[in-house]
Each structure stands twice: as structure tokens, then as C-alpha cells.
């Protein structure tokens, strides 16, 4: 009896440890620079009213000399087809529910599609951001990479 009091209590201290072993976020947390999972890019993540928002701020074609511009030519208002990526607001309506940022919307300018999304900070500079169509089963999960500033760390000169 005195050993099943003794593993309900370790399990119920396991089970509280902060979500099995994720980070435990403040609401701020997730500001600043995020490479993408393919490093194609990078988004700067900042407060907008009582919710989060994101823009990119860099576009490896660019600076690599790919390309002097690069523009959402696949965007469904055609309209904006000739707005440049750079400074495109492609995270919104981000809240913080104490886990995570959930009821955002996350834009894929190389698609043209909006998802809903949600955002959890696995360690403190590791982001998971999940985007999905209708519930989150049918989704996919990028992992992204705090980075110190708009450019990339691994094309910082040292």
C-alpha cells in the first residue's frame, strides 16, 4: 500500500511538472526573430493590441542575390500579388491562454493559403507552430529557431 502511495504521488508530480517537460511560457516569450523550419526565412513576432503578430524580415533569395525582390505573387487577391515579402504580416491574432498562442491565422506566401494556428515554445528559443484547416489533426508542425536579430545567426560575421 505504502508503495502505491509513494508512485501516485511521483506521477502526480510528473504530470505537473510543467506539461512533461515543456517550457513554461510568459506571455512575451514569443517576441523576437524566428528562422523557419527551412530557413528560407525569417518572421519577427511582436505585440499588436492583446494579441501577437508577425512579419517577415528576411528572405534567404534576397540575401543571397537570388533575387533583388521577392513578391506574393501567390496570393489569391490579385491585388496584392506585387506586395513584397519583405515587411508582409503573414501571423495574426495570436492569443496567450497560459500554454500556448492559439486562435491565430498563419499566411504561406509560397502556397497563397491562410490556416488557423497555434504557437507553443517547446524550450526557449525552439518554437512548434502548427497550422491546420478546420480542427488540428489536419495539420502540419514546423519547428522554428529564435534567432538574436532579422538576420539569421548562421549568416552573422563573427
Do not use: C
Request: hydrophobic fraction near 35%.
Amino acid at each position: 500500500m505504502r508503495l502505491i502511495k509513494i508512485f501516485v504521488r511521483l506521477l502526480l508530480v510528473s504530470f505537473s511538472l510543467n506539461s512533461f517537460g515543456e517550457f513554461k511560457a510568459e506571455p512575451t516569450d514569443i517576441v523576437g526573430f524566428w528562422l523557419s523550419e527551412n530557413k528560407k526565412g525569417v518572421v519577427e513576432i511582436y505585440p499588436k493590441g492583446d494579441a501577437f503578430e508577425g512579419k517577415i524580415v528576411w528572405v534567404k533569395d534576397i540575401y543571397e542575390g537570388k533575387a533583388d525582390v521577392k513578391f506574393d505573387i501567390h496570393n489569391p487577391d490579385k491585388s496584392k500579388r506585387k506586395q513584397p515579402l519583405i515587411g508582409l504580416v503573414n501571423l495574426k491574432n495570436f492569443k496567450f491562454d497560459g500554454r500556448e498562442w492559439s486562435g491565430g491565422t498563419i499566411y504561406d506566401p509560397q502556397k497563397g493559403k491562410t490556416y488557423k494556428a497555434f504557437m507553443r515554445l517547446s524550450k526557449k528559443d525552439t518554437m512548434k507552430l502548427r497550422g491546420f484547416i478546420g480542427i488540428s489533426l489536419f495539420g502540419r508542425t514546423e519547428v522554428w529557431s529564435r534567432q538574436k536579430s532579422a538576420t539569421p545567426d548562421s549568416y552573422e560575421k563573427n
